[in-house]
């Protein structure tokens, strides 16, 4: 069966540190993987997705990156970080299928609770 | 945008009550998803409704899809104090050929025991 790590489970880091939140899946092959930020009481806005190794496509520009070294390694970056970073961070990833294929179903990380001072 | 608005923001009912939540949305879709996240977790996939259905069951669960309203209404029956979470919408873009879900800011369930 397939499983999704997400570390860490709670972050706090200073304004101006860097980031770095790592996700793995087991048990498939090339997933469509997804980094999503919530916002206290908000929705969650999709940050990043990736249909491949080293194809990362934003969906909004920001203070972060990402990167997938590993076909099923997902990684979320900053240099400096700000306060506005702070948030819940979800992983997630749904069947493989590239670009060209509309999600029915994503599997969701525990999330990741950063707060920047 | 795209993203999904739930209504209302926040529900809490009596154990045994059922819980009506609505979905509204902007564009065409192939399809729309409900999920549904415990405090400080993750979130999980409740059920899917495709464009060309109208109705949907999942043991309590059961979906409504009006694609001429562009809103889904969920409906959890008989509900108990571990429903108690925040619930989705979900839904892609049918003019996108993007593998993407856009959300909407939930509405916050509480059933009490």
């Known amino acids: 069966s397939q499983t999704i790590h997400q570390w860490p489970a709670t972050l706090v880091q200073p304004v101006g540190s860097p980031l770095s939140l790592e996700c793995t899946v087991e048990?498939?092959?090339?997933?469509?993987l997804y980094w999503y930020r919530q916002a206290a009481g908000r929705g969650l806005q999709l940050l990043f997705y990736?249909?491949?190794?080293?194809?990362i496509s934003s969906e909004v520009p920001q203070n972060l990156s990402a990167s997938r070294p590993q076909d099923r390694q997902f990684i979320l970056s900053s240099k400096k970080l700000l306060l506005s970073d702070s948030g819940f961070y979800l992983c997630?990833?749904?069947?493989?299928?590239?670009?060209?294929?509309?999600?029915?179903?994503?599997?969701f990380g525990s999330g990741t609770q950063l707060s920047v001072l | 945008s795209q993203q999904g608005e739930e209504d209302p923001q926040a529900l809490s009912i009596q154990e045994g009550e059922n819980a009506t939540m609505n979905c509204s949305y902007k564009?065409?879709?192939?399809?729309l998803q409900w999920y549904r996240q415990n405090s400080g977790r993750g979130l999980v996939h409740l059920i899917l409704?495709?464009?060309?259905?109208r109705e949907k069951h999942s043991g309590r669960l059961r979906v409504t899809l009006d694609t001429s309203k562009k809103s889904s209404s969920l409906l959890i029956t008989a509900s108990r104090a571990a429903d108690t979470a925040s619930y989705f919408c979900?839904?892609?873009?049918?003019?996108?050929?993007?593998?993407?879900?856009?959300f909407g800011r939930g509405t916050q369930l509480t059933v009490w025991p």
């Open positions: 997630a990833w749904s069947p493989p299928g590239g670009s060209f294929v509309h999600v029915e179903k994503l599997f």
């Open positions: 048990g498939t092959s090339n997933p469509n």
């Open positions: 990736s249909v491949g190794i080293g194809q």
């Open positions: 564009t065409s879709i192939n399809n």
């Open positions: 409704i495709r464009s060309n259905e």
């Open positions: 979900a839904t892609d873009d049918r003019g996108s050929t993007l593998g993407r879900l856009y």
